[in-house]
């Protein structure tokens, strides 16, 4: 039997890879634009101890350098700034109103991804990595 752990460990490395190398740069400030290594992935819900189903939804996820995504959203996060990282992320086609919507209405659902789910994500993120980065598939 598959280790989950090792499998949800690279799959969170692969979903993180993806939305750093679509996004190019920091979506709040601009900034640290190609480089990815300087980029740390943010999600709008966070559903890590309740649900997997957006922990690893593209659209549930943007690029930001360490000071606007700790710093800024992590540690003085305001209405005005989530509001503009929102606006940002929508201006930037990475997500719509709708679908933060149903990903805010929806994360509140316990769901646990099976093995072969998480294994078909890793094979989904693989393929997006090696072919077109900016083909969106929900």
Not at 48 to 62: I, L, M, P, Q, W
Request: aromatic share 6%; charged share 30%; with cysteine.
């Amino acid at each position: 039997m598959k280790d989950r752990r090792k499998l949800l460990k690279e799959l969170d490395e692969l979903c993180s890879l993806y939305v750093r190398k679509r996004d190019n740069k920091c979506i709040l400030c601009g900034g640290h634009i190609g480089e990815t290594s300087k980029l740390q992935s943010h999600h709008w819900i966070v559903s890590r101890a309740r649900s997997t189903k957006y922990r690893f939804d593209e659209r549930n996820c943007v690029s930001l350098c360490y000071a606007c995504h700790i710093l800024k959203i992590h540690h003085n996060p305001t209405i005005a700034l989530l509001d503009e990282l929102r606006e940002r992320a929508i201006l930037n086609k990475i997500v719509t109103p709708e679908e933060i919507e149903e990903i805010k209405l929806s994360s509140n659902i316990p769901y646990k991804m099976t093995i072969t789910e998480i294994e078909d994500k890793i094979n989904y993120f693989k393929g997006k990595l090696n072919g077109n980065l900016f083909e969106k598939n929900v």
